[in-house]
């Protein structure tokens, strides 16, 4: 092989192992491509539901990886631990379903502007998400930034 058709060897091994895992991904924790459309479809869901009063658990991946254990009453936190210490008031917010939505907006509105937020191109980001049936709560969410250490994971475990 020609010292000119290494990088493209190389190129076309990295994407290879890229799609490999990103299958992985797939097939491990099956979920669609994080839309607008459906984030808004499952949000609107989620307020027909009227659930206001609910326990859940969300276990996170990654370097911050931990069992979230969350009290909802009137659809507001009222109790929240992270590995089983209280966390702060101030985190409580952003782990409700409201919250969680709040987070997927951020979320597709960091892919959009992956260059700023990231520093990669916008399609080096793969926002996943699965919501719930019934009610349209999310219930999983995959972040995977090709080439960078700022993926995320967490999934609902538990929903009473």
């Known amino acids: 092989m020609s010292w000119g058709r290494r990088p493209r060897m190389l190129w076309i091994v990295l994407g290879l192992a890229v799609g490999i895992l990103l299958g992985a991904l797939v097939v491990r924790?099956?979920?669609?491509?994080?839309?607008?459309?459906?984030?808004a479809e499952a949000r609107e869901k989620w307020r027909s539901a009227a659930v206001t009063d609910y326990s859940l658990e969300i276990r996170t991946e990654g370097s911050a990886g931990a069992l979230h254990e969350v009290e909802v009453r009137r659809g507001e936190?009222?109790?929240?631990?992270?590995?089983?210490?209280?966390?702060?008031?101030s985190a409580w917010q952003y782990w409700s379903v409201d919250g969680l939505f709040g987070f997927l907006e951020t979320e597709l509105a960091n892919a959009a502007d992956a260059r700023r937020t990231y520093?990669?191109?916008p399609d080096s980001v793969v926002l996943r998400a699965r919501f719930d049936r019934?009610?349209?709560?999310?219930?999983?969410f995959l972040r995977h930034v090709m080439g960078t250490r700022q993926s995320i994971e967490w999934e609902i475990t538990r929903f009473e």
């Open 119 to 121: 520093g990669v191109e």
């Open 77 to 89: 936190v009222t109790a929240m631990t992270i590995g089983g210490a209280p966390a702060s008031k």
């Open 134 to 140: 019934d009610h349209g709560a999310p219930v999983l």
């Open 29 to 39: 924790r099956p979920a669609q491509p994080l839309t607008a459309e459906r984030l």
